[in-house]
């Protein structure tokens, strides 16, 4: 029973976390990416709400340097056990950590997928240390794109960006990679957010049926991912036995990929 009301709270929580986010978008203000860091380390707190029940819920926050404000996300859990039971299975060595989201932007960043990612930072707040994610100018999530049926306008650059999405779950092994947790923006741009559940230790990949394609710069930057500079660069976010589950599962989706590229040819897999 506690593991089941664990698992209703942590939904209610990632439900939230996309709602906020979807829920309206701001006027962006023009700032580079280091701006936009620099905002959320520094900016002043204005106000704050928990968007959903339980201590693991995040924060809807608005802050300001004077000059400029604007909404980010606030994520402070922090759960590690030794064994916890998800959806009628026990996972060892269970973590569901905000360092996570910190991780995967590290990573998306060094493979050129920056883009589909909240700029985040980690920040004290409230008392504790947390990410602290740019807002969103998201329209929708996924699950709402689906449930009313609504059709991408540009469906290529619609499966291009599903494909790196999918590439990038299965390199970071994603276990609550789902359709709430993928917001859509006013261009029909993919995010991807919540990650706080990636980063297992298994050196296998989840899912490789998933990865039918896969952008040429995006296979290059995974061929020459160097895990020092990983290290360096999730040092505070990851321990080395991640960064090595990381590595691993990247040579299996390399090998996945020639692979395909061998028997269908580059123009079926490689766009």
């Not at 699950?143 to 970071?172: C, E, G, H, Y």
């Not at 990636?198 to 296979?219: H, I, T």
């Not at 989706?253 to 079926?268: D, M, T």
Request: aromatic residues 8%.
């Amino acid at each position: 029973m506690k593991s089941f009301r664990f698992l209703v709270v942590l939904s209610v929580g990632l439900a939230a976390l996309a709602a906020a986010f979807a829920s309206g978008a701001q006027q962006e203000p023009q700032l580079t990416v280091e701006q936009q860091k620099e905002f959320l380390r520094t900016a002043k707190l204005v106000s704050s709400r928990v968007t959903g029940e339980g201590v693991t819920a995040p924060r809807h926050c608005t802050l300001s340097d004077g000059t400029i404000t604007h909404d980010a996300l606030f994520q402070s859990v922090d759960d590690r056990r030794s064994s916890m039971e998800v959806m009628g299975r026990i996972e060892l060595n269970f973590v569901d950590s905000y360092l996570y989201n910190l991780a995967a932007y590290e990573l998306a960043t060094l493979l050129g997928l920056e883009r589909m990612m909240p700029v985040s930072v980690e920040r004290e707040l409230f008392g504790e240390r947390g990410c602290l994610s740019w807002w969103l100018p998201a329209q929708f999530d996924e699950l709402t794109r689906l449930a009313k049926k609504i059709v991408p306008p540009d469906p290529a650059a619609w499966n291009a960006q599903m494909s790196d999405m999918a590439v990038f779950s299965q390199l970071v092994r994603d276990t609550d990679r789902n359709a709430v947790n993928v917001l859509i923006g006013p261009n029909w741009e993919i995010y991807m957010i919540d990650f706080t559940r990636a980063f297992r230790l298994e050196k296998s990949l989840d899912n490789p049926k998933a990865l039918v394609r896969c952008g040429r710069q995006l296979l290059d930057r995974l061929r020459q991912l160097d895990p020092v500079e990983v290290t360096a660069r999730t040092k505070r976010f990851l321990r080395p036995p991640e960064v090595k589950g990381v590595m691993a599962r990247r040579d299996k989706i390399v090998a996945h990929f020639e692979a395909l590229v061998a028997a269908k040819g580059e123009a079926a897999v490689l766009y």
